[in-house]
């Protein structure tokens, strides 16, 4: 079953004296975590006063944070997006989704493990897999062959030295 609620990135600082907080994104940019009006922090929602992207994070008003101090409080905290409503282009999945599916090699039918951790380096997100062996595997149309979230899998390819 999908959750409802993801994480999508972190309240690091305030930023100014006016309320004002520097979230990190943890999706895949600050653009898509400005489209939301709304966040969750501590399970309760937050609106969006404003929102603007400085350096790769986003800087925020959001409303009942009135200053310096009540931003302070909210340093270190998770926020979260309701997905409820967010369509993702074909081929596109939320990584929560992905994590705990097993993966198939494509060529044999045999199970390699499950999805335990997606690395997101700069070129594009690598999954790790873990089962009797450790692999990591470039999420490219190269080595993935079908992703099935609702049937629990992904098949992909494997090329010689994939194991770690």
């Known amino acids: 079953m999908k959750n409802q609620f993801l994480e999508a990135g972190q309240i690091a600082n305030t930023h100014g004296v006016q309320g004002e907080v520097k979230i990190v994104p943890w999706c895949d940019s600050p653009e898509f975590l400005c489209s939301f009006d709304t966040l969750y922090i501590d399970r309760k929602p937050v609106k969006f006063r404003s929102t603007r992207i400085h350096k790769g994070n986003v800087l925020a008003f959001l409303e009942g944070v009135e200053d310096v101090n009540a931003a302070m409080r909210l340093k270190g ?56 062996k450790e692999y990591l595997i470039p999420a490219v149309d ?17 090329i010689e030295g994939m194991e770690s």
Request: proline letters at 4%; aromatic letters at 6%.
């Open 77 to 132: 905290k998770t926020v979260w997006i309701d997905r409820t409503g967010v369509e993702l282009p074909d081929g596109r999945h939320f990584i929560a989704d992905l994590i705990g599916l097993t993966v198939i090699d494509d060529a044999t039918g045999r199970t390699l493990g499950t999805l335990a951790d997606v690395l997101t380096p700069p070129a594009h997100e690598v999954y790790v897999v873990r089962g009797e």
């Open 142 to 158: 190269e080595f993935l062959v079908k992703t099935d979230v609702e049937g629990g899998y992904i098949r992909v390819k494997l």
